[in-house]
């Protein structure tokens, strides 16, 4: 992935994804009557060596304000906000289509509308929780605990594609190609059981954590008041300290992103003795998995204690935590009350966000993403012409072939390294704009009016999905990622590349530019996922999949050695004097972008075939490409989603995804970089990989 992708539903609802504000500033290059560098944004003050992201983004940093209703915001956003008006208009188009009932155009109207209508959701008060709220009461002993819990199991986490590694549920499926006989696809269960976005946030004892904590504990009183129950607060205080336990279990984020670490198979009759507490076969059977004879245990230490946290912890502070969790996870689908509380804690004190977005944006989304493919088949339909897919389908084929000469130059492999990488980079899947195929909503009933129902079989669908896909062999041309996402994706095990249509766009793509340009936004995009299949996650796997070691052991310790000095060199980023980037836990990202631009640089000079580029407005082709590159990172964060971010999330802030030219000899010719400029990197410690 080029950038964060939050899979939590929840959390994008109860914030909302969308603005249409426009910033108080002249946004990139889309928006100018002639196509190019955003010049005007540049502080020409600032030495290039000195700080590149503010040299090409100073006067935007200085004169943008993050609206209102988001966290952060940035390039991403203004292809995004594009996005969302089509979309807004895709989706309001079907609700008043009067479609035939099961189409996908009704489907796609019924979800909308029924999200859209507060009043009809505030008149049906807690009459949809009622049903869940009655199973947990009903829960008597540990059998029955289990079947719950087997029973909430959604297909809502994935490590390598999308790095979804949260669920507030106990444990989360990951259903994806087998690591060891790649024509079929495994069951992985992972740890989960939190609300907030990570184990630190329980843990940490700063002064921030301890306030954020204290607020938490607020929130989630105010929440269970909010349903009726009466001693909201001692509720509260059990819950806290179950999830304090359960946070204890969870293992860090930089070790669940090994694919060495998680790949570990248990047979289901070995759960009981590996893993004892909870009834297993209760659980299995009640989440539909009765028939497989074996998961992979991703993370089996957190997998033992929760499971042991199942038998140890009394049966009601359970159904407390099962309560709270029910209520916060359809926030946004049940009365206005529940929906602002849980913005007030979730997007405003644990992100900084001031204002929720508007309803109706939130139900464009909500829509958008309940009936993802449906959307994104109308989207491509009408915004992405076959011009668009050919020329990106072009820049994809050229920086692949940069990509296989630096292989052919790398003086550090060994011949049959480089043979076996070449089989990677041929064996490629590549797919541009939207899939092949359609997936299909015939089995997704949408019910008009109904917002919590339908929100729950949106989830039961896509887990019945992933349930059908244990059944059948992997089809490499399946899509992990809407057309209609300013994304991009490299699935590693399936070895497959997503382009999504609307990341197609400006300021990443466009047609009237000069292609220098393009190159180093959406072909730096591009090079980046690329590299995802050879970066210290994607080098694991083969040509076909298998997680198998094809490198010789001096190969091996050279892109270690590689890899590490990348890890040191992020490890020195301080977005706050007291929390640094974690080098680990953005290294698999950090190559991507080194990588990547390195890739699509070469492609860029070769596409020239040996001229250069003409000059623009004074900057030389290659000023042109580093500029234009550090633009598309430009990024202003409110302080708490900053700290958030660098606790979870795999990808740098924008700003010091700019930094990555440092590591480029060009980079240094281009703009006069000398020894003592702040970025300067003498050559020996510039990070070359591929
Ligand atoms: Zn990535």
Same mark, same amino acid.
Request: proline content about 6%; aromatic content about 12%; glycine content about 6%.
């Given at each position: 992935?080029i950038r964060?992708?939050?899979?939590?539903?929840?959390y994008?609802?109860a914030?909302?994804l969308?603005?249409?504000a &426009?910033?108080?500033?002249?946004p990139?290059a &889309?928006?100018?009557t002639v196509?190019g560098?955003?010049?005007?944004a540049?502080?020409?003050?600032?030495?290039?060596?000195? #700080?590149?992201?503010l040299?090409?983004n100073?006067r935007?940093?200085?004169e943008t /304000?993050i609206?209102?209703d988001?966290?952060?915001?940035?390039a991403f956003?203004i292809?995004a906000e594009?996005?969302e008006r089509?979309?807004?208009?895709?989706?309001?188009?079907?609700?008043?289509?009067?479609?035939p009932?099961g189409?996908?155009?009704?489907k796609?109207?019924d979800?909308?509308?029924s999200?859209l209508?507060?009043?009809?959701i505030?008149?049906r008060?807690?009459?949809?929780?009622?049903?869940a709220?009655?199973?947990?009461?009903?829960i008597?002993?540990r059998?029955e605990?289990?079947?719950?819990?087997g029973s909430t199991?959604?297909? #809502?986490?994935?490590?390598i594609?999308?790095g979804?590694?949260?669920?507030?549920?106990?444990?989360?499926?990951? $259903?994806?190609?087998?690591f060891?006989?790649p024509?079929?696809?495994?069951?992985?269960?992972?740890q989960?059981g939190?609300e907030m976005?990570?184990?630190s946030?329980?843990?940490?004892?700063?002064?921030?954590?301890v306030?954020?904590?204290?607020?938490?504990?607020?929130?989630?009183a105010?929440m269970?008041?909010?349903?009726g129950?009466?001693?909201?607060?001692?509720?509260?205080d059990?819950?806290?300290?179950?999830?304090t336990k359960?946070?204890?279990?969870?293992?860090?984020r930089?070790d669940?992103?090994?694919?060495?670490?998680?790949?570990?198979h248990?047979?289901r009759?070995?759960?009981?003795t590996?893993?004892p507490?909870l009834?297993?076969?209760a659980?299995?059977?009640?989440?539909?998995?009765?028939?497989?004879?074996t998961?992979?245990?991703?993370?089996p230490?957190?997998?033992?204690?929760?499971?042991a946290?199942?038998?140890?912890?009394?049966?009601?502070?359970w159904?407390?935590?099962?309560?709270?969790?029910?209520i916060?996870?359809?926030?946004?689908v049940?009365?206005?009350a529940?929906?602002?509380?849980?913005?007030?804690?979730?997007?405003?004190?644990?992100s900084?966000?001031?204002?929720q977005?508007?309803r109706?944006?939130?139900?464009v989304q909500?829509?958008?993403?309940?009936?993802g493919?449906?959307?994104?088949?109308?989207y491509v339909t009408?915004?992405?012409?076959?011009? &668009?897919?050919r020329?990106?389908?072009t820049m994809?084929?050229?920086?692949?072939?940069?990509?296989?000469l630096r292989?052919?130059?790398?003086?550090?492999? /060994?011949?049959s390294?480089?043979q076996?990488?070449?089989?990677?980079?041929?064996?490629l899947?590549v797919?541009?704009?939207?899939p092949d195929t359609?997936?299909?909503y015939a089995?997704l009933e949408?019910?008009p009016?109904?917002?919590?129902g339908?929100?729950d079989?949106?989830?039961r669908?896509?887990y019945?999905e992933?349930?059908?896909?244990?059944h059948?062999?992997?089809?490499?041309?399946e899509?992990?990622?809407?057309p209609?996402t300013?994304?991009?994706?490299?699935?590693?095990?399936?070895?497959?590349?997503n382009f999504p249509?609307?990341?197609?766009e400006?300021?990443?793509?466009?047609?009237?530019?000069?292609?220098?340009?393009?190159?180093a936004?959406?072909?730096?995009v591009?090079?980046?996922e690329i590299s995802h299949?050879f970066?210290n996650?994607?080098?694991?796997?083969? /040509?076909h999949?298998?997680l198998r070691?094809?490198w010789?052991?001096?190969?091996?310790a050279?892109?270690a050695?590689?890899t +590490?000095?990348?890890v040191?060199?992020y490890d020195d980023?301080?977005?706050?004097?007291?929390l640094a980037i974690?080098?680990?836990l953005?290294?698999? +990202?950090?190559i991507?972008?080194?990588?990547?631009?390195?890739?699509?640089?070469?492609?860029?000079?070769?596409?020239?075939?040996?001229? +250069? /580029?003409?000059?623009?407005?004074?900057?030389?082709?290659d000023?042109q490409f580093?500029?234009?590159?550090?633009?598309?990172?430009?990024?202003?964060?409110r302080?708490?989603a900053?700290?958030?971010?660098?606790?979870?999330?795999g990808?740098?802030?924008g700003?010091?995804?700019?930094?990555?030219v440092?590591?480029?000899?060009?980079?240094?010719?281009a703009?006069h $970089?000398?020894?003592?400029?702040?970025?300067?990197l003498?050559?020996? +410690?510039r990070v070359r990989?591929?």
């Amino acid at each position: 992935m080029i950038r964060t992708r939050c899979r939590s539903v929840r959390y994008l609802l109860a914030v909302g994804l969308t603005v249409l504000a &426009a910033t108080p500033f002249a946004p990139l290059a &889309a928006q100018s009557t002639v196509p190019g560098l955003d010049t005007a944004a540049m502080d020409r003050s600032v030495r290039p060596g000195n #700080d590149f992201y503010l040299y090409a983004n100073g006067r935007w940093v200085r004169e943008t /304000a993050i609206p209102a209703d988001r966290s952060s915001y940035g390039a991403f956003n203004i292809a995004a906000e594009r996005a969302e008006r089509r979309l807004t208009q895709i989706v309001q188009d079907a609700a008043k289509a009067n479609a035939p009932a099961g189409s996908d155009l009704r489907k796609i109207g019924d979800y909308y509308t029924s999200f859209l209508d507060t009043a009809a959701i505030a008149a049906r008060g807690l009459t949809p929780l009622k049903p869940a709220l009655n199973r947990i009461a009903a829960i008597g002993n540990r059998t029955e605990l289990a079947r719950y819990i087997g029973s909430t199991l959604r297909a #809502d986490v994935d490590v390598i594609n999308d790095g979804a590694l949260d669920t507030d549920n106990l444990f989360g499926l990951w $259903v994806d190609q087998d690591f060891d006989t790649p024509t079929k696809n495994f069951a992985a269960l992972l740890q989960g059981g939190l609300e907030m976005p990570d184990k630190s946030y329980y843990l940490d004892t700063s002064a921030t954590m301890v306030t954020v904590r204290e607020k938490y504990r607020t929130h989630v009183a105010r929440m269970l008041t909010l349903a009726g129950f009466s001693d909201a607060t001692g509720m509260a205080d059990t819950i806290l300290a179950l999830e304090t336990k359960i946070a204890r279990t969870h293992e860090a984020r930089e070790d669940t992103w090994d694919v060495r670490k998680g790949d570990n198979h248990w047979a289901r009759a070995e759960f009981p003795t590996k893993a004892p507490g909870l009834d297993w076969d209760a659980f299995f059977t009640a989440a539909g998995l009765g028939d497989i004879p074996t998961f992979v245990a991703w993370q089996p230490a957190a997998i033992t204690q929760l499971s042991a946290l199942t038998a140890s912890e009394p049966l009601s502070a359970w159904k407390d935590l099962f309560v709270y969790h029910t209520i916060e996870h359809h926030a946004a689908v049940l009365p206005p009350a529940f929906d602002h509380e849980a913005f007030a804690f979730f997007g405003k004190t644990l992100s900084g966000i001031e204002a929720q977005a508007p309803r109706v944006k939130r139900a464009v989304q909500a829509a958008s993403g309940a009936l993802g493919f449906a959307v994104g088949k109308l989207y491509v339909t009408r915004y992405f012409p076959p011009s &668009a897919k050919r020329a990106a389908e072009t820049m994809v084929a050229n920086i692949i072939h940069a990509y296989d000469l630096r292989i052919d130059r790398l003086a550090w492999m /060994a011949p049959s390294t480089k043979q076996e990488a070449k089989a990677k980079l041929e064996t490629l899947k590549v797919s541009v704009g939207y899939p092949d195929t359609w997936p299909s909503y015939a089995g997704l009933e949408v019910v008009p009016g109904r917002a919590y129902g339908n929100f729950d079989r949106v989830e039961r669908f896509q887990y019945a999905e992933n349930l059908e896909k244990l059944h059948r062999p992997v089809d490499r041309a399946e899509w992990s990622m809407t057309p209609q996402t300013v994304n991009a994706v490299n699935m590693p095990a399936m070895n497959a590349l997503n382009f999504p249509a609307a990341i197609l766009e400006p300021p990443f793509f466009d047609p009237k530019r000069p292609m220098v340009m393009n190159y180093a936004a959406i072909g730096a995009v591009i090079g980046h996922e690329i590299s995802h299949s050879f970066d210290n996650l994607g080098a694991n796997f083969d /040509a076909h999949g298998r997680l198998r070691d094809w490198w010789t052991p001096a190969d091996s310790a050279h892109f270690a050695d590689a890899t +590490e000095a990348l890890v040191q060199q992020y490890d020195d980023y301080r977005p706050f004097p007291n929390l640094a980037i974690n080098g680990k836990l953005t290294i698999t +990202e950090n190559i991507a972008d080194l990588a990547g631009l390195t890739a699509s640089y070469d492609a860029y000079r070769a596409s020239l075939g040996g001229q +250069e /580029a003409p000059a623009w407005d004074g900057f030389t082709g290659d000023q042109q490409f580093f500029i234009a590159f550090a633009q598309i990172w430009r990024t202003k964060f409110r302080a708490p989603a900053l700290r958030r971010r660098l606790l979870t999330d795999g990808h740098s802030p924008g700003p010091y995804r700019a930094r990555t030219v440092r590591n480029l000899g060009a980079w240094y010719a281009a703009f006069h $970089v000398q020894p003592g400029d702040s970025l300067y990197l003498a050559p020996d +410690e510039r990070v070359r990989i591929w």
